[in-house]
C-alpha cells in the first residue's frame, strides 16, 4: 500500500469518526464548542472535518492543536463573562 493510499485511508477514518462524534455524541454532552458559542461559524470538529477535505492529513494535524488552543481560551473567556455577569451570546448584551 503506497502512502498517499494509507493518508486517504486515515483522512476517511477521521472523518467518519468526526461524523460519528457529531451525530452520537456531541449532541449527548451537555456543552457546544465554546469557540463557536464565542465567535460563531464552525466548531472546533466542523473546521477539523473541513481541513481533512480540503487540505491534508498533515496541516490538519499541524493546524487542529491551535484551533483547540483557541477553543480552550473562548472556554475560558465565556466563563469569566458568566462570573461577571455578562452574556453567553453577545446580542444579548445590545440594549433595547
Same mark, same amino acid.
Given at each position: 500500500?503506497?502512502?498517499?493510499? %494509507?493518508?486517504?485511508?486515515?483522512?476517511?477514518?477521521? %472523518?467518519?469518526? !468526526?461524523?460519528?462524534?457529531?451525530?452520537?455524541?456531541?449532541?449527548?454532552?451537555?456543552?457546544? +464548542? &465554546?469557540?463557536? !458559542? !464565542?465567535? =460563531? =461559524?464552525?466548531? +472546533?470538529?466542523?473546521?477539523?472535518?473541513?481541513?481533512?477535505?480540503?487540505?491534508? !492529513?498533515?496541516?490538519? %494535524?499541524?493546524? $487542529?492543536?491551535?484551533?483547540?488552543? $483557541? #477553543?480552550?481560551?473562548?472556554?475560558?473567556?465565556?466563563?469569566?463573562?458568566? $462570573?461577571? =455577569?455578562? +452574556?453567553?451570546? %453577545? &446580542? #444579548? #448584551?445590545? &440594549?433595547?
Amino acid at each position: 500500500m503506497s502512502v498517499s493510499t %494509507i493518508e486517504a485511508v486515515v483522512t476517511q477514518a477521521a %472523518i467518519a469518526s !468526526l461524523n460519528t462524534y457529531q451525530k452520537h455524541l456531541s449532541p449527548r454532552k451537555g456543552f457546544s +464548542c &465554546p469557540h463557536r !458559542l !464565542l465567535y =460563531g =461559524g464552525e466548531s +472546533c470538529s466542523d473546521y477539523v472535518k473541513r481541513l481533512l477535505i480540503n487540505h491534508n !492529513l498533515l496541516t490538519a %494535524i499541524q493546524m $487542529a492543536p491551535q484551533r483547540f488552543k $483557541a #477553543c480552550k481560551i473562548s472556554a475560558q473567556t465565556l466563563q469569566s463573562q458568566r $462570573a461577571e =455577569g455578562g +452574556c453567553i451570546i %453577545i &446580542p #444579548c #448584551c445590545i &440594549p433595547i
